[in-house]
């Protein structure tokens, strides 16, 4: 009787079978551990160091268009997807973030050219009112909504800016400034 190919792949597919089946885990052999991490607030560590209260994320752009105008200029702009984000490990941590933005902006074509900001205002605070603190976004009151990363939309900006002597042509870009600060409120005076 005469080998045929189809013989000699049932014989290696039967040898493969039983060598699986006599590798089996034993019934109780295998045992595993659950693990639970538990966050606690920094406040539990003792160190009153600030490594964990980080400003995290501000705005990329305001991005304004205007027509030419003669000498005053209100501009405002509705944002999506702008966001300031602190990132807070204690509860019970006071904090501020506070925005300024620059006295001037500077002309694109000639920097020796300045217009004075006159307004700036970020969802209705305005950063050049005097008396203003700047406070965009503060701690909440709720230790556990103040801990990790906490974000607040900006959805509005607005300003104003004057050209006195009528400086500006089309196509010009004039350029400023809006610096954001993170403070633990103990030590802002």
Request: glycine share 4%; charged share 25%.
């Amino acid at each position: 009787m005469a080998w045929k190919p189809y013989s000699i792949v049932v014989c290696l597919a039967s040898l493969l079978a039983l060598a699986v089946t006599d590798t089996s885990v034993a019934a109780d052999a295998r045992k595993e551990t659950d693990s639970n991490i538990i966050i606690s607030d920094a406040s539990d560590v003792g160190d009153s160091s600030q490594d964990n209260l980080i400003l995290e994320e501000v705005p990329m752009e305001y991005a304004f268009r205007s027509l030419l105008e003669n000498r005053n200029y209100e501009l405002e702009a509705q944002l999506s997807n702008q966001f300031v984000k602190v990132v807070n490990d204690r509860g019970s941590r006071n904090w501020v973030v506070k925005a300024s933005v620059s006295d001037f902006l500077i002309l694109d074509r000639n920097k020796e050219i300045k217009f004075p900001v006159t307004s700036f205002n970020i969802d209705g605070i305005d950063l050049k009112e005097i008396g203003n603190s700047g406070i965009i976004f503060q701690a909440s009151s709720n230790g556990k909504e103040n801990t990790g990363l906490l974000s607040k939309p900006i959805k509005n900006v607005s300003m104003r800016f004057v050209d006195a002597d009528n400086i500006l042509n089309e196509d010009d870009t004039v350029k400023g400034s809006i610096q954001y600060f993170l403070y633990d409120t103990l030590l802002v005076k």
